[in-house]
């Protein structure tokens, strides 16, 4: 027999293991981490819309308007190599440029300097142009 130290009270040895027994689980319960509950969210899927089919005149319109945009992009293509196919005179003298505003103000030149100048910033200007109305078609 064994006596109990809280209130002298007498414990069988059975009882003593059982006790024992006890908190040893209890301990290992404590000792295991106890993973928190998984939450499963359900997300819906969008539903898909259909786009709005264009009317006739809806349809006809968008041609016309990549018509327009074909031709524009034609243009600027051919004025871009014609100005790379350009060349400027062995003598500086045989080119020229000349600009003339809606007043009849007129400006020429046959610097060779100035005329580089001009025909580098008018690719640029014509690779701007053709790149943006690249971008506007879409099919």
Known sequence: MIMSK???????????????????????????????????????????????????DERIQKVEDLSLLIDRYRILNESRRKLQTFQLGADGLSSSIQLRDAAGNEFRTSNSAVLNTVIEEMKRTLDTKVREVEDLIDL
């Open 6 to 56: 809280n209130n002298g009270s007498a414990v069988t040895h059975d009882e003593a293991v059982a006790m024992i027994e006890l908190v040893e689980v209890e301990a290992v319960v404590a000792a295991v981490e106890v993973p928190e509950p998984v939450v499963l969210t359900i997300v819906k899927p969008e539903p898909v819309i259909a786009p709005r089919k264009l009317s006739l």
